[in-house]
């Protein structure tokens, strides 16, 4: 491994059925240009198509990384010093983290694609937000970056 390597990164991606769905809206609006005739429908087939497939990325491109000590998430960017311990989440705790026991204020990195989480408390004093709830499909690694990462 490379020293300037990131100790963690991760895109969460949408899953494969996702993009059949997006397949499937394309013919869907093939199918409502139909009585247009062919030249429509094969548009409608590709803009639909298209349209969908679009969504679906951008959705499904969030990324997470441990990088120059700070923990970027989506478009969040916060420095280690800032955080505590992380505390890994499995499928019944990240439920409940994001749905009776979530905090408004919190920062909240989640997909519900993804059944693990990680949350960290923000130690800062002066930012309002109580901890950070990041879905990944590596919540073990996550949670080694975050902590072995010199924060000073």
């Known amino acids: 491994m490379q020293p300037s390597a990131p100790p963690f990164d991760e895109r969460l991606t949408a899953p494969r059925s996702w993009w059949f769905i997006a397949f499937g809206v394309g013919v869907a609006c093939a199918l409502m240009l139909l009585p247009l005739g062919t030249l429509p429908l094969l548009a409608g087939l590709a803009g639909g198509t298209v349209a969908a497939a679009l969504l679906v990325s951008s959705y499904g491109s969030a990324r997470i990384r441990v990088v120059a000590g700070a923990l970027v ?27 009776h026991k979530a ?21 800062d004093p002066d930012d309002p937000t109580p901890y950070v709830y990041l879905s990944t499909r590596n919540p073990q690694g996550l949670a080694a970056a975050l902590s072995a990462v010199p924060t000073a």
Do not use: C, H, K, Q
């Open 103 to 123: 905090d408004a204020r919190a920062f909240m990195l989640l997909r519900g694609y993804v059944e693990t989480a990680v949350r960290v408390e923000v130690t």
């Open 73 to 99: 998430a989506g478009d969040a960017r916060i420095p280690l010093s800032a955080l505590g311990e992380p505390e890994v989440l499995d499928t019944e705790e990240a439920r409940a983290w994001r749905t």
